[in-house]
T-cell receptor
Framework: NAGVTQTPKFQVLKTGQSMTLQCAQD?????MSWYRQDPGMGLRLIHYSVGAGITDQGEVPNGYNVSRSTTEDFPLRLLSAAPSQTSVYFC???????????????FGPGTRLTVT | EDQVTQSPEALRLQEGESSSLNCSYTVSGLRGLFWYRQDPGKGPEFLFT???AGEEKEKERLKATLTKKESFLHITAPKPEDSATYLC?????????FGSGTQLTVLP
C-alpha cells in the first residue's frame, strides 16, 4: 500500500508557465482534496472531489483546475503560474464523506513549488 | 464564517515538562474535531478524532480533550521526538478548516 503519492517533489516555474501536479491514492478512497500550505496561514483547501467525475471549489480555487476521471487520480493544474502560487501543495484522501469522516485524511508528502 | 484558532503559535519545552496546546473553533454544526501532527518537510499525519464534548483520546504521551468551544492537546513528560507542528481541524460542508498550528520544540 503506497498510500497517497505526489509528483513532483520540487518544481520551479517561471511566471505564466502551466503545469500539473499529480496525486494518486491506492486506498479506494472516494474523497480527495488539494491544499496549499503557506507560513503562518495553515492549510487552505483549493479543490476537492467526492468521487469520480465530481469536483468542487474550496477556499482558494482561483488559478487552479482539477478533474477526477478515476477514483485513484486527482491532478491539480496551474493554468498560468504566478509568484503568489509559490507554496507547498498537499494532496489528501479519506474513506468517508458527509459524516465527519473526511477529517481522517491521509496526506501525501507534498510538492514544493516556486514561481519566479 | 468557520474559524479554527490555535495557541500558542510556538512552544518550547524541556524534556519531561508537561504542557497543553489549545484549539478553539467556531464551526456551526460541529461534526468532529481532528488533531494532526506534521514533521518538517512531510505531510500531516492523523492523530485523533473527537466527536462530543467531554470525550478524551490518548496516544502515548498525548491526550486530546474536547469541550463545546475548544479542544486541548495535553503533552505529558514530552520527549525530543515529540517535536513537531500540531494542527487541529474541524469539518464543515465537506471541507476541513485547519488552524495554523502550534510548533512544539522539546529540548533534551
Amino acid at each position: 500500500n503506497a498510500g497517497v503519492t505526489q509528483t513532483p517533489k520540487f518544481q520551479v516555474l517561471k511566471t505564466g508557465q502551466s503545469m500539473t501536479l499529480q496525486c494518486a491514492q491506492d486506498m479506494n478512497h472516494e474523497y480527495m482534496s488539494w491544499y496549499r500550505q503557506d507560513p503562518g496561514m495553515g492549510l487552505r483547501l483549493i479543490h476537492y472531489s467526492v468521487g469520480a467525475g465530481i469536483t468542487d471549489q474550496g477556499e482558494v480555487p482561483n488559478g487552479y483546475n482539477v478533474s477526477r476521471s478515476t477514483t485513484e487520480d486527482f491532478p491539480l493544474r496551474l493554468l498560468s503560474a504566478a509568484p503568489s502560487q509559490t507554496s507547498v501543495y498537499f494532496c489528501a484522501s479519506s474513506y468517508s464523506i458527509g459524516t465527519g469522516g473526511e477529517g481522517e485524511q491521509y496526506f501525501g508528502p507534498g510538492t514544493r513549488l516556486t514561481v519566479t | 464564517e468557520d474559524q479554527v484558532t490555535q495557541s500558542p503559535e510556538a512552544l518550547r519545552l524541556q524534556e519531561g515538562e508537561s504542557s497543553s496546546l489549545n484549539c478553539s473553533y467556531t464551526v456551526s454544526g460541529l461534526r468532529g474535531l481532528f488533531w494532526y501532527r506534521q514533521d518538517p518537510g512531510k505531510g500531516p499525519e492523523f492523530l485523533f478524532t473527537l466527536y462530543s464534548a467531554g470525550e478524551e483520546k490518548e496516544k502515548e504521551r498525548l491526550k486530546a480533550t474536547l469541550t463545546k468551544k475548544e479542544s486541548f492537546l495535553h503533552i505529558t513528560a514530552p520527549k525530543p521526538e515529540d517535536s513537531a507542528t500540531y494542527l487541529c481541524a474541524a469539518p464543515s460542508a465537506r471541507q476541513l478548516t485547519f488552524g495554523s498550528g502550534t510548533q512544539l520544540t522539546v529540548l533534551p
